[in-house]
């Protein structure tokens, strides 16, 4: 009886056996053995395969035939045998020459063989990949030699297996990729090397049996080391039989392509990551391109309504008006939505006071969630300032706020906090709730625009789009972290602002009706402007373009210009205004638009009034402008963005004080 200590002794007194048999069972790899000074001294099945070179025609020629003439010329192959000596390994890929002088594409690995600290030869293992087939080799040298190169293969586990799966021998690859000496897996199942989930469901035997029935099992999958750190690795099981066709065993090998992996994860993220911007690029494209000519159209028909409501007196007709009042402001709102979620929305940042922001819309917020919903207040002291343009934080601020009340269905608890960052500069705006949570899966998507977890008629899916445009448009980020059961929080983070210069304007107030100057190439828009300028009481004159606009300013004085941004001919509304100003730096100006990427560039020069506009917006910007009194604007410091909100917040913006908690 043989004692258990002698056991891996005599696994490796059989090794030599077990090599021939495993060389006899490979014929995928060319392995052979080169003498000190590059010569083959060694010769396998695999080889002969690959090259088309048999042992006789190719023993004591040197290794370098197998290279090209501009590898030879170049010492490539002399390269190769000194890097293995100084680096114990060299690997490369490149392409080869065939007996018949036919080329194919391989993979090398050469390592140096020693014998008691005596360089003896490299092992050679060369592999054609140019189709990429994993296949066996075929050792044919004698059984020390075999020994000495299949052991010193470094780069991969090669070894063999029992016909039950027990390791029967063992090489340096297999000891420096999985960690196990051969003494200490010798005898031991290969089914260590899996993980516990694949041990418990059967992998490794299904393995075995799958090459055992078709010839061949290869894949890729995680492999577990002697220390218990996992490894990606690539796997090959090939069955090995006798003459009589009998199964004697399995030979197999492992590489660990944990890096190779990684960088194929890291190319998929990168090229998911261009994916997404493509993606917003094209639907700013879209969206900026039908944006200028949509928002006119609804500045027609919103600027008409005020004209028409005058003249119809039928309740019926009141509600019609109402109802395409409403119509045309939801219209107006998805597209500055869409604007702001694609970047490409004309912004007037100016240096906003976060803690103030908020508590003017506390009201506000209290009256969105209504009476089931406790509203929490958590805002730090001495918050930084952040150049944003206001409505649109606002906005927002509110659009976080109803996502997170309607992921409240039973009540809860809603936590608006603001707080400095140090570490990045930034100030980080919160809102979070204590709801139902987002599942995983759904995570990724919530900033998608017209995407909604909502039923129908009860979101657009655009709440969250304009709160991620908002963030990147103002060099901000947003983040999103929810746990289901527990609820969700969704930061906004704002570089920190510094106090910027207001715009100057000299004292202009205007005695009795102003005359303002309004430059509007569209006739219909220019007449819808008209009236709600002439009801605020201004005298107006029109010019076309920028040319008679000059021409204008010249001959008659004017107390107010207001003017569109795109306009045709080479001077648009920008540059007309910088040119005005550059004339007469006191003369108030006023610029609008539906869309424009100039008005990117406008930041902190000029008001911007976003078309399509109300009359109460109108008026309050010009009241600014020419020192007169607001004329019956609204003193509700969001009231510039209440066109802005989703419908819910939107319904409560508007919604009489009287009737906000009913």
Request: charged content about 25%; glycine content about 8%.
């Amino acid at each position: 009886m043989v004692k258990k200590s002698d056991r891996p002794k005599r696994g490796i007194f059989e090794s030599e056996r077990n090599f021939r048999l495993l060389a006899g069972g490979l014929i995928d790899y060319a392995i052979c053995m080169l003498a000190p000074d590059g010569r083959v001294t060694n010769w396998n099945k695999g080889a002969a395969r690959i090259t088309g070179y048999s042992a006789k025609a190719i023993l004591g020629k040197h290794f370098s035939v197998f290279y090209p003439a501009e590898d030879r010329a170049s010492g490539l192959p002399a390269k190769a045998l000194q890097i293995a000596r100084t680096e114990k390994h060299a690997a490369a890929e490149g392409w080869f020459i065939r007996k018949d002088g036919s080329q194919f594409h391989a993979s090398v690995v050469i390592d140096p063989i020693y014998e008691k600290r005596k360089l003896v030869g490299y092992a050679m293992v060369t592999r054609d990949i140019t189709e990429r087939q994993q296949a066996r080799a075929d050792l044919d040298a004698s059984e020390s030699q075999f020994r000495l190169l299949v052991s010193n293969v470094t780069d991969y586990a090669l070894y063999m297996l029992t016909p039950a799966g027990i390791v029967a021998n063992w090489n340096a690859g297999g000891e420096r990729i999985k960690g196990y000496s051969p003494d200490e897996i010798i005898g031991q199942s290969f089914s260590r090397f899996y993980t516990p989930a694949d041990q418990a469901a059967g992998k490794p035997a299904r393995a075995l049996k799958i090459a055992e029935e078709t010839g061949h099992y290869e894949e890729d999958g995680w492999r577990v080391r002697k220390d218990g750190s996992f490894f990606w690795a690539s796997v090959v099981i090939d069955p090995i039989r006798d003459g009589d066709g009998s199964l004697v065993g399995f030979a197999k090998i492992t590489r660990d392509i944990s890096e190779r992996r990684e960088a194929q994860q890291k190319l998929e993220l990168v090229q998911r990551q261009l994916a997404e911007s493509q993606k917003m690029d094209a639907l700013g494209q879209l969206t900026g391109g039908v944006a200028h000519d949509f928002n006119n159209l609804l500045m027609i028909i919103s600027g008409n309504l005020h004209r028409i409501k005058r003249e119809v007196t039928s309740e019926r007709g009141q509600l019609a008006l109402s109802a395409i009042d409403t119509a045309s402001e939801r219209a107006a709102s998805l597209t500055s939505q869409l604007l702001t979620f694609a970047r490409r929305q004309s912004v007037n940042p100016q240096t906003v006071d976060v803690a103030d922001r908020i508590a003017a819309l506390r009201e506000v917020l209290s009256s969105a969630l209504g009476g089931a919903i406790k509203l929490n207040m958590e805002i730090q002291p001495d918050l930084w300032p952040v150049f944003v343009d206001p409505n649109e934080f606002e906005t927002a601020l509110i659009n976080l706020v109803v996502n997170a009340r309607d992921a409240m269905a039973n009540g809860g608890k809603l936590t608006v906090s603001a707080r400095n960052a140090p570490e990045t500069a930034e100030v980080a705006v919160g809102v979070a709730d204590t709801g139902e949570g987002i599942p995983e899966d759904v995570l990724s998507k919530v900033f998608d625009p017209f995407f909604t977890t909502k039923p129908v008629g009860k979101g657009t899916g655009l709440g969250l789009s304009q709160v991620h445009g908002f963030a990147h448009q103002a060099d901000g980020r947003v983040e999103i972290a929810s746990t289901l059961g527990k609820g969700t929080t969704v930061s906004i983070y704002l570089p920190r602002g510094t106090a910027a210069a207001k715009r100057t304007t000299a004292d202009h107030s205007v005695r009795g009706s102003a005359i303002v100057l309004l430059i509007e190439d569209n006739p219909a828009v220019a007449d819808a402007s008209t009236g709600l300028l002439e009801q605020l009481g201004y005298t107006v004159r029109w010019a076309s373009n920028a040319e008679a606009a000059l021409s204008e300013i010249d001959a008659n004085g004017v107390d107010v210009v207001f003017s569109d941004i795109v306009m045709p001919g080479r001077m648009d509304g920008l540059k007309l205004a910088r040119a005005i100003r550059d004339r007469k730096p006191e003369l108030p100006i006023l610029l609008t638009t539906g869309y424009s990427k100039s008005a990117r560039d406008v930041r902190s020069d000029f008001p911007v009034l976003r078309k399509p506009y109300r009359i109460h917006d109108l008026s309050r910007e010009l009241s600014k402008l020419t020192g007169q009194g607001s004329g019956g604007v609204m003193g509700n410091p969001s009231a510039g963005a209440v066109g802005e909100f989703d419908s819910a917040a939107r319904d409560v913006a508007l919604r009489p004080k009287a009737k906000a908690h009913s």
